[in-house]
């Protein structure tokens, strides 16, 4: 199927699909669960505008993207090349994994307490949790994609004349980006839940938040434009990485 006509498929496979999510909350909100603790899909619609229009949910969207990004920018930052000396070195691999493969199954919503003693209730609590997040995902990930370089590509690259900056450059690296890409798509995803089990619990502002004072008051209108709202955060982010993954294992499928 042509590249276009794919695309448009794919659009109308969306558009059709959160249609048909919509009609299906609307009749489980007028005629099954009822209204009130349900609200339909047009009365979350009518308040999330008149939380735009006074700006609250995009000072709410705001505070927690910036939380989110800027933890998940540093914890790839730092997951990258761990990821890449552990997949590359025995040694490295020998020293660190233990670490990996120890604190990766502690959860970040179990560290909330912990960040919260170390940072308080302000931003370095939240953002130390989402490095948190990020950083083990991101290393396991990126040192799988070096393991899987296959070893006849490398000594092809050597055998060329290629030194060993060219072969990381060259061969190693893009082969690999695909897995970092993967990984890093999965520590968003991670981010959000993580950023919101935060906001909820120790939080002056954020869409955690925001879901927690409406829970206090029974503003369940608003509990759902705060839920709606992550959910499009998060598909729109998760659309982009799977594009840069596809992209990138397009343009360097020869080379991996």
């Known amino acids: 199927m042509p590249a276009k006509n794919e695309t448009l498929f794919r659009v109308a496979g969306y558009a059709a699909g959160f249609t048909l999510l919509f009609i299906l909350w609307h009749v489980a909100a007028v005629y099954i669960v009822g209204s009130i603790l349900f609200p ?11 939380l735009i229009q006074d700006g609250t949910l995009q000072e709410q969207v705001s505070i927690s ?40 199954f502690i959860p970040a919503t179990a560290m909330i307490t912990v960040a919260v003693i170390w940072f308080g209730i302000g931003e370095g609590s939240k ?7 990020t950083v083990f995902i991101v290393t396991l ?33 893009p082969a690999t980006m695909p897995y970092i890409l993967t990984g890093m798509r999965l520590a968003m995803g991670n981010s959000f839940v993580t950023i919101v089990a935060a906001e ?15 829970r206090l008051y029974m503003l ?4 759902f434009v705060a839920l709606l709202t992550l959910g499009l955060l998060g598909f729109t982010t998760d659309r982009l990485f799977r594009w840069a993954i596809f992209t990138f294992a397009g343009r360097f499928s020869p080379v991996s």
Do not use: H
């Not at 909820?200 to 409406?214: E, F, P, Q, R, T």
């Open 200 to 214: 909820l619990i120790a939080a002056n502002a954020g869409l955690g938040k925001m879901i927690w004072d409406a």
């Open 220 to 223: 369940v209108d608003q509990i």
């Open 40 to 50: 339909p899909p047009a009365r979350v619609i009518a308040k999330a505008v008149e």
């Open 127 to 133: 953002i130390f949790l989402i490095i948190y997040t």
């Open 141 to 173: 990930n990126t040192a799988a994609g070096v393991g899987a370089i296959t070893p006849n590509k490398i000594r092809a690259a050597r055998s060329l004349g290629a030194n060993a900056r060219q072969v990381f450059q060259f061969v190693a690296l």
């Open 65 to 104: 993207m910036r939380r989110i990004l800027t933890g998940f920018l540093c914890g790839s930052a730092i997951g990258i090349p761990l990821g890449l000396g552990i997949g590359s070195f025995r040694y490295v691999r020998y020293l660190l994994e233990p670490f990996t493969e120890f604190f990766r």
